[in-house]
């Protein structure tokens, strides 16, 4: 574990040395990132002027949420989301046989390359967003459910990359995977609405079950905002979630290695 802790801080130094090589452009995507959930805020903002809840969700409840779903989405693209999107293109091209020689377990070496600072410090936004959240609320977390939302938020990352890494594991099959990748880019902004909001049906059976994208950041969010609330059932699900899908898309990635011939020979 030490020597892939190492090796893992030698990837994120190179990618920062990287990143200030061209200051414009962390600049850039930083402002974008940051005006993008500007226009969130401000679509509840508009929204919350019409009606005084959504599905039970106060205002600032929903505002809470977004800035949940902010922090797991900008931590996931801060240290997953552009290697993952880069792996159907190592695949094709023969690259990724660079990776199967280096004396590192393959999955950590394409899924760490590079990382991603600009999405941190709009992380960071996101956390200021729930704490200011917390005191218009005038909610006041216990330490042990600041821990439990940290673990949350943990499980909720680590869901996004499972299943983003298992749609780009496909393009062992398929020649050019990045339209599935794209999609569920998408298709994860929907861990920003409340989970009441979703009539139980298909669409709801299959985003909190099978992709359990509305779970991840509504867990964490009803943690810190409804401390009247047992958290302990939805944490549950979203360890097993977790635990499921982290199993399933190792197993995936494996199948697919030992099927994979080389594309650059």
Not at 122 to 127: E, I, L, S, Y
Request: glycine share 6%.
């Amino acid at each position: 574990m030490r020597r892939y802790l190492e090796i893992y801080w030698l990837m994120i130094r190179n990618s920062l040395i990287r990143e200030m090589n061209f200051k414009a452009n962390f600049t850039l995507w930083m402002i974008v990132e940051f005006l993008w959930f500007v226009g969130q805020i401000v679509f509840l903002e508009v929204l919350y002027a019409q009606v005084d809840n959504i599905g039970g969700w106060s205002k600032w409840e929903c505002v809470l949420l977004v800035g949940t779903h902010q922090i797991t989405a900008q931590i996931f693209q801060a240290f997953f989301y552009v290697n993952l999107a880069e792996l159907p293109d190592l695949i094709r091209t023969g690259r990724l046989d660079l990776m199967l020689l280096l004396p590192v377990d393959a999955q950590f070496a394409v899924s760490t390359r590079k990382f991603g600072m600009d999405n941190v410090v709009n992380a960071f936004v996101g956390v200021a967003i729930v704490i200011f959240s917390l005191v218009k609320l005038h909610v006041l977390p216990a330490p042990y459910q600041i821990g439990l939302y940290a673990v949350a938020l943990a499980f909720g990352v680590a869901i996004h990359y499972s299943v983003l890494f298992g749609l780009a594991t496909a393009a062992f099959w398929i020649v050019r995977a990045q339209g599935l990748i794209y999609g569920y880019f998408n298709v994860f902004n929907i861990a920003r609405y409340p989970d009441s909001v979703f009539p139980f049906g298909l669409f709801k059976a299959i985003f909190t079950y099978c992709i359990p994208v509305i779970i991840v950041a509504n867990v964490p969010a009803r943690t810190l905002a409804r401390a009247f609330e047992q958290p302990w059932t939805g944490l549950a699900q979203l360890a097993g979630a977790t635990i499921f899908i982290v199993a399933a898309t190792r197993g995936f990635w494996l199948f697919a290695l030992r099927r994979y011939s080389s594309a650059s020979s």
